[in-house]
Each structure stands twice: as C-alpha cells, then as structure tokens.
C-alpha cells in the first residue's frame, strides 16, 4: 500500500504553517476560565479505536512526510495533531487497507485546510482548481508550472489509491461532494480577506456544512460497498446526514474558537456568530450553543431509531452507525490530539476549564 514519494527540492506547500497548536504555548493570561459544554453527554455511541491504529498511522505519516511539504518545525507541529488518529477514530471498522485511504484522506483535508487558511481568495479557488482536477483526472501527468505546489500530488496519490478498491458510485459522490468542499472553502477566504461576518446562524450554517468537509467523509463509510438505491436521497437519511455533519461542524468550532480567538481568524466559527449576532457573551454564548446541540442529539437518535425500524440492508445500516461514530471520534480526537489544546487536552476534557488566550 505504500505510495510513491516526489522528488526532493521542490518549495514547501506552505508559506506560513498555522497550525492550531501555537495557540497553547505556555503564555500567561488574567482572564477568567470559561467552560465548555459536555456536549455528547447522553449519546450512546463510545469512543472505538480501529485496531490498525499504529501501523497505518505509521505508513500514512511517512507517505505525508515523503513530499517535505513542510518545514521540520512545522511537520512536528502537524504530526502532534494526529489527523491518523482522528480516521483511526472515524472508522473504527475499517480494514487496514481501507484505514490507509482514510488516513491519507484526513491528511489532505488538513494539509489543504492549512493552506487555503493563509491565502487570499483568488489563491484559494486556484489551488481548489488544482485539487478538483487532479480527481477529475487522476492518471494524467500535472502541469510543470505546479511544480511548486504539492497538493496536487497528494491529491493524486490519494486518489489513485481509492480508487483501487472504491465502486464507481462512491468514486463519483466523492467527486461531487469534494468539488461543493473546495468551493465553500474559497467563499470562506472571500469572507476572511473582506472581514465578513455572516448574518445569523442559519446562514452561517450553509457554509460551514460545507467547509467541514463531512460529506466526502462520509463517502468513506461506503467506499467499497454500494449502498441500496435511492438510500442517500431518502429525506430521514438526508436529515440525519445534516444533523451529524452539524453536531460534529459545531463541537468542533467551540474546541477550536479560543486558538482562533487569539489568532484574530475567527470570523468562520460559530461561537463568534452567536455572541456577535445574539449580543451574548462567551459564557452565555457556550451556553446558547449547548441547548441548541441538546436538541441535535436528541433529533439524531430519534432519526436513527425511527430508520432502523425500516432499513433491512446491513450496508445501509453500517452507514448510519458510521456517522454515529464520526460525532463521537471527533469529540475524542479533539482532547486527545494537540491540535486544539496542546498538552492539556486529557485534563480540559475532565474539567472542561479552558483559559482564554490573549490575542497574538
């Protein structure tokens, strides 16, 4: 399963790593601690391992470093995230030939994340051009002028190894679903550049369903497997799809908000929404936010009962206990990488105490 690694020489994809755990550097602050809401204390799927953890992660992580994408410092910084940890997660059941393309995959999504984060607009929709591209047209030979840019090898590694054992209906809704991804990922470096800030929830919520990347994640859950006919476009599985992408699209937006904060690049994150827009502070907003991800827990399991009531298909099942899964790993993966809280992580997600980090 190992992949070909590109020649040495080549510029770093990124000028300027920012990667999230430079925000809990050892710095001292006076503001007072603020909680963060136990979000999935009632739901019944637990956190699962996928046995093949190490061995993958240890292949994945390789084949990410062979492209020297970025500096030592900065592939260290990207390494403690443990994006491997969060697939090994996310798919808990996979094989470990089916683990290595979901570990490949969290590395491109992060890797590209990275980028597109420190970019203009006009930046971003190029790169995204590029990506899209490279799926569309895997088996041609890139451009020399991307030469400079890895993305797109990476892109095509990945690919070229999915689609050895994917079936042509994944192949094409990862496509379609990664192409909405990058698309939403351009609007949002349109928003940062011109300062804007979405109107209300609901508005933030479009985009930011599709700037979490969960609809190509959840393609990973069936990649190997054909899912029965008119399953995806039934309207409860299409609810409980929209319920998990936000359940996971929020927690993750409350755990990243206080890097964020500091950075001054938290416009794209829901916390900011609801205190700009409801006139609510950080703690009152926290608290806003857990009421409205109460509701969403309650509605996800309801809507998975009443579906397994009717699905006789153990395919189609198995996906739905998928996207259980994906809510719970990034739960998890958040406290127990360092991308969010650095070394701190076990102890925040016991006390749920976190210190607001001055700005930088």
């Not at 890895?150 to 209906?169: D, M, P, R």
């Amino acid at each position: 399963m190992s992949q070909t690694p590109i020649p040495n020489g080549r510029r770093p994809l990124l000028a300027m790593l920012k990667v999230q755990t430079i925000g809990f550097l050892e710095v001292p602050t006076k503001s007072p601690p603020f909680t963060l809401p136990e979000l999935l204390r009632s739901f019944p799927w637990n956190r699962k391992l996928n046995p093949n953890y190490e061995k993958v992660k240890a292949e994945s992580q390789a084949w990410f470093e062979s492209f020297h994408a970025f500096s030592p410092k900065a592939q260290d910084a990207f390494n403690r995230c443990d994006f491997n940890l969060l697939a090994a997660l996310a798919y808990p059941n996979a094989s470990a030939e089916h683990l290595r393309i979901c570990c490949d995959l969290m590395n491109l999504f992060f890797a590209f994340d990275e980028y597109t984060d420190v970019c203009d607009a006009q930046e971003a929709r190029r790169l995204a051009d590029i990506v899209m591209d490279v799926l569309r047209n895997p088996e041609l030979p890139r451009p020399q002028d991307e030469s400079v840019i890895l993305i797109g090898e990476i892109t095509k590694q990945f690919w070229l190894l999915a689609k050895k054992t994917s079936v042509e209906s994944a192949q094409r809704i990862f496509i379609e679903s990664f192409d909405t991804y990058t698309t939403a990922v351009v609007a949002q470096a349109e928003d940062r550049v011109s300062h804007h800030l979405r109107a209300d929830v609901d508005s933030y919520l479009e985009i930011r369903r599709q700037t979490i990347g969960m609809e190509p994640s959840f393609v990973l859950l069936h990649l190997e497997t054909e899912l029965p006919e008119g399953f995806l476009s039934d309207p409860l599985v299409k609810h409980m799809t929209t319920l998990a992408i936000d359940m996971v699209l929020i927690a993750n937006d409350i755990y990243s908000y206080n890097v964020e904060q500091a950075r001054g690049d938290d416009g794209h994150n829901m916390v900011t929404i609801v205190m700009s827009r409801r006139s609510l502070n950080l703690d009152e907003a926290l608290l806003w936010i857990s009421d409205y991800y109460d509701n969403l827990v309650k509605s996800f399991q309801e809507t998975y009962v009443a579906l397994r009531e009717r699905l006789a298909s153990d395919t189609a099942i198995s996906y739905l206990e998928g996207m259980a899964y994906w809510v719970r790993a990034n739960d998890c993966w958040s406290f127990e990488s360092e991308r969010y809280f650095g070394k701190k992580g076990a102890t925040i997600q016991k006390t749920r105490l976190v210190e607001l980090l001055p700005c930088v």
